[in-house]
């Protein structure tokens, strides 16, 4: 079965370090995305980052990186240099190329302590 | 650029009374979605689009029904509202199946109380 596990429920990091947020998936299919989104306490579900099954390299998006290991069907979510901003809850989903559904973790709830 | 915008951002509802949510994006997408999120949770799947005049049920459908009129357009219903059916409703919306997966983009949601 595909599944997301998010084995984080809550999380805190002091401003300006860097946070791993963890992601491990689980699917037969070669082909798949795999992507994480941000929802801040405003509601709004912001998507971040991407990363496809055949990418060689680990996607960057300014201070968001992936840290895909295929070996091991995890895609970790890296945040550098953190913000009071970027306390929120994130989510780790994923969807096969051949299927319209975005699968979902439970979520791991982020605060960034000044 | 807008990307999917919702309407209305918030709405009470007496039980029995019926409402639609308007979903709008501008990029194009032939897939559009429905979900809704309860405190807590993750997000569940209503309804989904896989182009202008095709809709499917997705893993919550019953009490909502939807229309994909034009395909930038998808519209959520609500027949007789119900309490169980609070909660805060999201549009998405995603490229089809040519190629690699791509994200969903979301809408900024709904919150709807049904008292």
């Known amino acids: 079965a595909q599944k997301i596990t998010q084995t984080q429920p809550g999380m805190f990091v002091q401003e300006k370090e860097a946070v791993t947020l963890d992601c491990t998936y689980d699917t037969s299919d070669p082909s798949y995305g795999l992507f994480w989104y941000k929802q801040p306490s405003s509601g709004e579900m912001i998507f971040l980052i991407y990363?496809?099954?055949?990418?060689?390299q680990n996607a960057t998006e300014g201070r968001y990186s992936l840290n895909f290991q295929k070996a091991r069907k995890s895609a970790n979510l890296v945040i550098s240099a953190s913000q009071l901003g970027d306390s929120a809850m994130y989510f780790c989903a994923m969807r096969m190329d051949s299927s319209y559904k975005l699968i979902f973790g439970s979520g791991t709830r982020l605060l960034v302590r000044p | 650029n807008a990307g999917v915008t919702q309407t209305p951002k918030f709405r009470v509802l007496k039980t029995g009374q019926s409402m639609t949510l308007l979903c709008a994006q501008d990029?194009?997408?032939?897939?559009m979605y429905w979900y809704r999120q309860d405190p807590g949770m993750g997000l569940r799947l209503i309804h989904y689009s896989v182009g202008e005049g095709t809709t499917a049920k997705g893993e919550v459908p019953d009490g909502y029904n939807v229309s994909r009129l034009k395909k930038q357009n998808f519209l959520l219903g609500l027949e007789s509202a119900a309490p169980s059916q609070t909660s805060v409703y999201f549009c998405?919306?995603?490229?089809?199946?040519?190629?690699?997966?791509?994200?969903?983009?979301f809408g900024p949601g709904t919150r709807l109380t049904v008292t």
């Open positions: 998405a919306s995603s490229r089809g199946l040519a190629g690699p997966a791509g994200p969903q983009y």
């Open positions: 990029m194009n997408h032939e897939y």
């Open positions: 990363q496809g099954s055949y990418d060689q």
